[in-house]
Structures are given as C-alpha cells and as structure tokens.
C-alpha cells in the first residue's frame, strides 16, 4: 500500500472540520513531520488563523506513534478532544487505514474521588471522617453544590471537574477530591475497581494521541516519576506560557495557616512528642511570619532559618512515625494517614527548600490583607530542569502566535534551555533585528534570559538540533490594523493619576462608539479607568472582577457599544472576531514590577553574568504581553481596527523597536488625529449590533 502524501492528509483534515487550507498550515505541517522523522526540536510561530492544530495533529498522527499534546487553557484542550481531533481521526482514516485512539490526562485532583464522596473527608480538628455533606447546610450555596455532585457522580463517565456545569468552588470540589498525594492508591482503595482518575490513565495508555495541560506536563518532569504514557513525541501548544506555567509547579509555599492545618493532622496520629515538637516548631514559624514584610530574602535571616530547620526536622520525625505506627481506633484509618503524611511532607519539603539557601532558588515573603503572609520560594530558572528533561529522548514541537520575540526565536529558546538556533526561517540565516541590536536588545543579551547564573553551559553542547520557524499569518496586518502611540503623552509614572491618559482614553473610545478592550497593567489602573469613563461616557463599562471572566466577555462580545477593561487574564484571553472589538488599548508598556522578587531576581542575575538584565528579562516580559494582547484585535479575515499604547516610550526608548518587532506587522502612526478618524470610520461601517 502507498504511504499517504502529508498534502492529501492535510487537505482531508482541512476539508473535514469545514476550514481552509493555509500556505502557512501547509509549511507548518511539513516542518513537523520533518522533525519527528529526524528527531529534532522545533519552534514554529503560527499565527492566529493559521490552523496550527491541524499543522501538528495531521503529520503526528501520520507518524504512528504515540503523541503527547499540551496546552495551557482548558478552551484549547476541549477544542482538540471535542472538535479537531475525533473529525481529523475520521478524515484520515480511509488514507490510514487505521483510526487512532485519543484521550484526555489530567492531574489526579481534576477527578472526582468516589472514596471523599461516599466516605467523607478526613477533619482537621479531631480524628476520624468529616460528613460535609451532613454539616453543610441543604440551603447554603455549599450545601447545594454537594448534593449536586452526588448526583452528578452517578451520570458522568469521566468524573471530570470541567465536564460539571455550572461548576463549583475550590472550597466545594476540595470536599470531593484528592491530589495524588493523598490518594490511598487504587489497589488499597475499595473503589479502586470504579476510580475516574485511574480509568483515564488507562485510557491514556492506550491512547494514540494523549491530550494534557502545562501543569501535568511540569509534574512529570519535575517530580522524576512518570505521570505521563512514555511517548516519541511531544507537542507543546500555547507554548508561550510553558515557562510560567513550569515555574509555577516548581513554586514551593508555606503559611501559618497550611503549617498548623498539617500539625492538626499528623499530630493526633503520631506519639505525644514528636506531636509537640512539631506543634512548637509551627509556633515559631508563625511568630516569625507575623513580623514578615513583603519583599524577596537574598539571604535567610538567622531566625527564619533556625525555624525552618526546627519544622524540618520536626515534619521529618513525624513522617517516620506515620508510617511506623497504627491505630485501628481511627476511622478509615489509610485516609486519615495519607491526608496528613502528604500535608507534613509539604511542609517538610518546602523548608528544607528554604532552609538550604540554593543560589539556585529565589524565596520572598508575600502578605495578602485576607490570608495573612506567606513564604514562597521558586526556581530562578527553569531553563537546566527543561533542556534535561523536556527535550531528552523526544522531539519535541513548541507552537504559538507569539515565539519570536524582538525579530528572532533565541530568547524564547533560552528560557526553554535550548541553545542559540543555528538554522532559521525558512531554512535561510537570519540577520539579526536591527531594533534589537541597537535598542540595548542584542541577540545576546536576549540569550542569557533564563539561563542559569553559571558559566558552565557544558549541556548545551549536547543539546539535540532545533529549528525555528516563522509561518505568518493568513491575515494582512498592514490593512487590517492600526499600531498608535500616544506619543505626545506624558511618560508613565509608578505611582498617581494619569490625567492626560484618561483624557486621550476618553476620546479614543468614543470615537470607536464603544467596542474596546482595555489592557491594563494593574487592577488599581484598570479600576481608576473604568471609573472615569463611566462618569463620562453613555456606554457601558465592564471591569474584569465584577462579574465572572466568562460572562464578562459574553456580554462584550454581544453590544457593539460595551467596552471591557481588565488586566493579565485580558491580555491573553479574550477572542471576540467582528465589529465588536475595533479598539485594544494598552494603558502602559506591561513591564514586570521593579519590587516583583522572581523577576528582579532574574534580572539581576542575567546581568552578573555579563547580560542585559533589563531587554533580557523586564522587556522580552512585556514583549510577550504586547504581542499577546495586540493579537486580541485581528481574529478574523473581515476584522478591522485600532491597537492603541497610550505610553510614548513605545515610541521614544531604544527598547521600542524590540517591543514593536514582536507585535503584529499593524501600519504604525503617532497622529492622533489620523487614528480618530480611522477609528469613527471603522465605528460607521460596522454593524450596528455587531
């Protein structure tokens, strides 16, 4: 039998879920069989509209071997199990022969837990099962949410916690689930034989194309046992936010609050002096987290550090004794046990973390108004973790709109570990950006983001070939879009009022007859903004916060005349095509806070080894930000309109070529009066309800 061409298959994907075929798609999809073939990395930037699912879909399912596909939102993850995948499966099968199996994988939390359901919750206060399904009261909203998921539990086949609607809160499904640390394991549990969590992991190993997130991806990779099916090839999608996403599960915590709720636990169920000795080392800790003050520890302070290594110790002795003594006096006594051994193993871990001072880590205090202060500590990097784990024995594929930071692939690489490309688009050298070369942003400098603070890079040598590629986007940005730089601004400040940015925001959107997404870079900006506008214009103004995120982007994208303000969640989340989103506006350029403990720490260690800290670290940030959010504007062929950065640096600093060169290729003006009648002219030709 003839081996399908990739065009054949591709076409017949395409055709299948009601699409058009890319020139973009196409080189995309030959890229990445390419790369499976010869077992290398590759970097492909696709813009929106591109069909990059397909891109990756249709050649890894022509290979035959098993793929791992990863996304950052849940959005995505439904859009690939739900839609691409099951119509891509069917449309290569008469070319296949064969129909490849897929299935979704997520972390064992996500699933409902039948053991928490029908047996209840282990309590914190004293030993033995908490009913909450007696205690919470049938009319409270946590009452209900319970009772609910007990019917529930007896329809779904997946125990999924996103396949429940409406959902419920944390605190609810907490009630009815467990991590993987508490799980008493399917072979000691008496509904092992029925688990959710254990009947997708067979699905998974059985599966030809295994769908999951970020977070389960980091897991595997970080705690060293596999969680994953062992595969050949992985597909990172959404892959901008892979390092975030990383660092996040690498992120340790520990507060008063979590430090005694496992003291509660563990306690009880060990000897009354290892109890005590753990209960006086928690007593410490909070005296001294009751003094904390915000802001990162370059070095641990003496009595910090003697209390840490008292819990450690103390978590240490009670780990020992949990799994050495027994009392048949508890009730479902396993449970009771794994809940509290995977509380103090938390806390032990994260303070031997802290306590060992790593030049490595990076810890800082927090203090929230409600929840009191917290000891975090994270990763300064993540780059060694995954150039060591994520791109051994694999090929691997990143994909994303946004890749190609300031003109080039090679400051994205650098956080993922990879070394500086060789080859690039196109198969073509590269010459570098100039913007970036003489904006303080050289190529250089863009390399040493994420890069460990030491000069042995010995690792990178070995590193298996990649590739980057930039495929474009169906779109024609030029005509499509507006770049504006309020350039007669004022220069942002850190602190007090922007008057003459409310003023130019004020006109912006009304010249646009509502139909703006407002980008801030804080909830206070974001606040001060919707509150000045409101008092001014007749239209509406939603603030993110004051209604759920889903319901206030339903409620932009059904009235032209709305405009929605808000800040991160915003600026990479919000997919509204048509008339109904003509004006992005960014208030500022996105860079991180100067007091933000990881990042400055990032910083400041890029520029101890010889970097620019600032392009390397502060602007590729906003860089990614900006590309991200300006990408909110053209989601469609028709779209049309105006992305306006009411902050003049974008238009004056030596940084704003980099910026501007990871934005799309929008016409770029500082006229203001040139942008107001672009945008009353765009309001006029668009339908009125949009």
């Not at 753990?278 to 910090?304: H, K, N, V, W, Y």
Request: charged residues 25%; hydrophobic residues 40%.
């Amino acid at each position: 039998m003839t081996k399908p061409s990739l065009s054949d298959l591709l076409h017949a994907a395409v055709t299948a879920v009601g699409g058009t075929e890319r020139p973009g798609q196409v080189t995309m999809a030959e890229a990445v069989a390419e790369a499976i073939d010869d077992g290398s990395h590759l970097l492909v930037q696709a813009g929106t509209g591109t069909g990059k699912s397909l891109g990756y879909l249709v050649p890894s399912l022509a290979h035959g071997e098993r793929v791992i596909v990863a996304t950052a939102t849940l959005a995505l993850q439904r859009q690939l199990v739900e839609r691409d995948l099951p119509r891509t499966v069917e449309a290569l099968h008469p070319q296949l022969r064969r129909r490849p199996q897929f299935a979704m994988l997520k972390g064992r939390s996500n699933y409902l837990c039948l053991h928490r359901l029908h047996e209840g919750a282990p309590q914190d206060e004293e030993e033995g099962l908490f009913d909450v399904f007696e205690s919470a009261a049938p009319t409270s909203k946590l009452g209900q949410d319970l009772l609910r998921m007990r019917d529930w539990a007896d329809e779904t086949e997946t125990g999924d916690r996103d396949a429940l609607t409406p959902g419920v809160s944390d605190r609810a499904w907490a009630q009815v689930s467990v991590t993987s640390r508490e799980c008493l394991g399917a072979s000691k549990c008496a509904y092992g034989a029925e688990c959710f969590a254990e009947a997708a992991r067979e699905r998974a190993k059985l599966a030809d194309v295994v769908v999951t997130n970020h977070a389960l991806l980091a897991i595997d990779a970080i705690e060293g046992a596999p969680v994953l099916p062992s595969h050949e090839v992985l597909v990172v999608d959404e892959a901008h936010e892979l390092v975030s996403r990383v660092t996040g599960a690498a992120t340790g915590e520990l507060t008063p609050g979590g430090v005694n709720r496992a003291v509660r636990r563990a306690a009880k169920l060990v000897n009354e002096k290892a109890g005590d000795a753990l209960q006086t080392a928690a007593e410490s800790f909070e005296r001294i987290m009751e003094l904390a003050l915000p802001g990162r520890l370059e070095e641990i302070p003496e009595d910090l550090a003697y209390a840490l290594m008292s819990l450690r110790d103390a978590a240490r002795t009670v780990i020992t004794a949990l799994g050495n003594t027994r009392d048949k006096s508890v009730q479902d006594e396993d449970a009771v046990r794994k809940q509290a051994l995977a509380s103090i193993e938390n806390v032990h871990a994260v303070a031997e973390r802290v306590a060992a001072a790593s030049e490595y880590d990076v810890v800082w205090y927090e203090r929230h108004d409600r929840f009191g202060a917290s000891l975090r500590v994270a990763p300064l990097s993540v780059s060694g973790l995954l150039r060591e784990k994520l791109f051994a024995d694999r090929s691997v594929v990143l994909t994303s709109a946004t890749l190609k930071l300031g003109g080039d692939f090679n400051g994205v690489a650098a956080s993922l570990g990879l070394p500086p490309e060789s080859a690039v688009t196109n198969g073509l050298p590269s010459p570098r950006n100039r913007a970036a070369r003489t904006g303080d942003a050289s190529s250089e400098d863009a390399r040493t983001d994420g890069d460990e603070p030491t000069a042995d890079d010995s690792s990178a040598k070995t590193s298996p070939p990649w590739k980057g590629l930039d495929v474009g986007s169906p779109f024609e940005y030029r005509k499509q879009g507006i770049l504006y730089v309020a350039r007669h601004l004022a220069q942002p400040g850190r602190e007090g009022s922007r008057t003459d940015m409310l003023d130019e925001l004020a006109e912006l959107v009304e010249a646009a007859g509502g139909r703006t997404l407002g980008l801030f870079s804080s909830m206070r900006g974001a606040q001060a903004a919707a509150e000045a506008l409101r008092g001014r214009l007749d239209m509406p103004i939603l603030l993110q916060g004051e209604e759920t995120l889903g319901e206030l982007i339903r409620s932009f994208s059904d009235d032209a005349r709305t405009c929605l303000f808000g800040t991160l969640s915003l600026w990479q989340g919000v997919d509204v095509p048509g008339a109904n989103c003509q004006l992005v506006v960014m208030d500022r350029i996105p860079f991180p806070r100067p007091d933000d403990p990881l990042m400055s720490a990032r910083q400041k260690a890029v520029e101890e080894a010889g970097g620019n800290g600032f392009m390397a670290v502060a602007a590729t940030h906003a860089a990614l930000l900006m590309a991200q959010g300006a990408g909110r504007l053209v989601r469609a062929s028709e779209d049309r309109g105006v992305v306006a950065v009411l902050d003049p640096r974008l238009a004056t600093a030596r940084y704003g070529g980099f910026l501007k060169a990871s934005m799309p290729d929008f016409w770029f003006t500082t006229d203001r009066n040139q942008v107001r009648r672009s945008l009353a002219a765009i309001d006029a030709a668009a339908p009125a309800t949009g």
